[in-house]
């Protein structure tokens, strides 16, 4: 079965360290997406990646860093600057359709919880 | 950049009876408008979209209806089940970078 997968599902961190939140797909897609969720704020786009080794900065990039060095895979590593790093993390993919179409059907993971102790 | 509002964030209906979800969005060049459902510790799934060359999409009980000039598209579901219990999230796309904007999400409860 084609699909996305996010692990670890539940990670605890201590203030002052680094961790990373692996995402892979084998979709074939060319796009990759970090989201953040927080109660009653939806979903918040971290980073993106349209093509391996390329990546922007989405609303609310501070703090964190990711890698494209493969199509299937697109890492995410919350940093201690992060200030409030405690949420629901989920990594999406989708075909790239090219800008003047502008529609993009994303997937889903099943989402990373991170809470810091 | 793109800003999506969602109304209600809660909602509670009784089992049979339908539901309406409304986003307005900011920006005209939004063109692609999807709708995703959230169980609780999933992720969420495509269940509906539309594109801005189309008013309205049905699909059995759902069905998205868009309006351009106002900035506006709604979700509804008819024959409201218990099983229709979720979180649902509407959303925006527009040229050039795709990137998708959220609405913050309703609570959708079937009473059975």
């Known amino acids: 079965d084609g699909g996305i997968t996010q692990s670890p599902k539940y990670l605890f961190r201590k203030e002052g360290q680094n961790v990373t939140l692996s995402c892979e797909q084998n979709?074939?897609?060319?796009?990759m997406y970090w989201y953040r969720q927080d109660p009653g704020q939806g979903l918040r786009l971290i980073y993106y990646?349209?093509?391996?080794?390329?990546?922007q900065k989405g609303d609310i990039a501070e703090g964190y860093s990711v890698s494209r060095e493969k199509k299937e895979s697109f890492p995410l590593t919350v940093t201690s600057a992060q200030k409030n790093p405690t949420a629901f993390y989920l990594c999406?993919?989708?075909?790239?359709?090219?800008?003047?179409?502008?529609?993009?059907?994303?997937?889903f993971g099943a989402g990373s919880r991170l809470t810091v102790l | 950049g793109e800003n999506v509002e969602q109304h209600p964030s809660t909602l509670s209906v009784q089992e049979g009876d339908s539901a309406v979800i409304k986003c307005t969005y900011s920006?005209?060049?939004?063109?692609?408008f999807p709708w995703y459902k959230q169980e609780l510790g999933k992720g969420p799934q495509l269940i509906i979209d539309?594109?801005?060359?189309?008013g309205e999409k049905k699909d059995q009980r759902i069905a998205v209806t868009l309006n351009k000039t106002a900035k506006h598209f709604s979700l509804h579901i008819t024959e409201t089940q218990p099983e229709d219990s979720a979180v649902y999230f509407c959303?925006?796309?527009?040229?050039?970078?795709?990137?998708?904007?959220f609405g913050a999400g309703t609570r959708l409860t079937v009473k059975p």
């Open positions: 979709l074939n897609h060319d796009a």
């Open positions: 920006d005209s060049a939004s063109n692609y």
């Open positions: 999406a993919s989708s075909i790239w359709t090219g800008s003047l179409s502008g529609a993009n059907v994303l997937t």
């Open positions: 539309i594109r801005s060359n189309v």
């Open positions: 959303a925006a796309s527009n040229p050039p970078n795709n990137d998708m904007r």
């Open positions: 990646s349209q093509i391996v080794n390329d990546f």
